[in-house]
């Protein structure tokens, strides 16, 4: 088995943020929270209405809060959490994934990962379809190690890019 090592917490709020900005669930939300907002400020401006007023004032309030709690105030608590500033061992065969810790200590086959998807920093992992772990490409030993592990995970999976689906 191959294993890299690193500290959970030096990767989770990057990691959620990225997951999070590049998720077509949040961009179509936004997208159509935006235009939503513009059509009533435009509506606002040809004829003012106190109601349509407050709906646009409260839907930029909720635009905001959703992108806060997903993208700052959500990976903070996570960060903040004593369990993942342990250094955790994510070890990878040919059968499956193991990620331990000093108390911790959870094993997949390949066939439980739902997807791989690769950013330009991480791997993530999905064991659920919003819940994975994470690899960061900079704590592999060798190019030659990232290697086997692309080859590995092509053998069972694709390897996704872009906007997470």
Not at 86 to 113: H, R
Not at 141 to 151: A, D, G, N
């Amino acid at each position: 088995m191959n294993s890299v090592s690193f500290r959970y917490s030096d990767f989770i709020k990057p990691s959620m943020r990225y997951y999070f900005y590049n998720t077509l669930r949040f961009r179509l939300m936004y997208l159509i929270g935006l235009v939503t907002l513009a059509f009533g400020c435009s509506v606002l401006s040809v004829s003012y209405s106190e109601i349509l007023l407050l709906m646009s004032l409260f839907l930029l309030f909720l635009l905001t809060y959703v992108y806060l709690n997903y993208c700052y105030f959500a990976p903070m608590r996570v960060a903040r959490d004593r369990r993942y500033h342990k250094i955790y061992t994510l070890s990878f065969s040919e059968e499956g994934v193991e990620l331990k810790a000093d108390d911790f200590k959870s094993q997949l086959n390949w066939q439980y990962i739902k997807k791989v998807w690769e950013t330009k920093d991480l791997y993530y992992l999905f064991h659920d379809k919003r819940a994975f772990w994470i690899l960061p490409k900079n704590k592999f030993i060798s190019q030659e190690q990232e290697e086997l592990f692309r080859e590995i995970v092509s053998r069972n999976h694709r390897i996704q890019k872009g906007i997470n689906r």
